[in-house]
């Protein structure tokens, strides 16, 4: 019953935007830190970006710094990631993540659970 799902996810062209939704059933979100990663195929998981379970505090990758905005809404137990200004390097599988024990991290083993990723496509 512990689970994340995303969704949001699809082939958008260079430029465009696209809202990903991160949706907990089993759990409530109200108090864990929330991550966003991406994977492209062949790469490293990388962390982009992610919320504090207390405060709202956020992080941004460099790379998607002005571009890319997290947020939480508690009463819908979910977390949404605003990317806009998408260029074909945003391509990816994207993943949220949640863990209880920690307040900001963007390293893949800090987190307890995890999406199946939603995939996001930008086309040039």
């Known amino acids: 019953q512990v689970q994340l799902v995303e969704s949001g996810g699809g082939l958008v062209q260079s430029g465009g935007s696209l809202r990903l939704s991160c949706t907990a059933s089993?759990?409530?979100?109200?108090?864990?830190?929330i991550g966003w990663f991406r994977q492209a195929p062949g790469k490293e998981r990388e962390g982009v970006s992610c919320i504090n379970s207390v405060d709202g505090s956020t992080y941004y990758a460099d790379s998607v710094k002005g571009r890319f905005t997290i947020s939480r809404d508690n009463a819908k137990n979910t977390v949404y990631l605003q990317m806009n200004s998408l260029k074909p390097e945003d391509t990816a599988v994207y993943y949220c993540?949640?863990?209880?024990?920690?307040?900001?991290?963007?390293?893949?083993?800090?987190?307890?659970?995890w999406g199946q990723g939603t995939q996001v496509t930008v086309s040039s």
């Open positions: 089993g759990f409530t979100l109200d108090y864990y830190a």
């Open positions: 993540a949640a863990d209880l024990t920690i307040v900001l991290s963007t390293t893949p083993d800090d987190y307890d659970y």
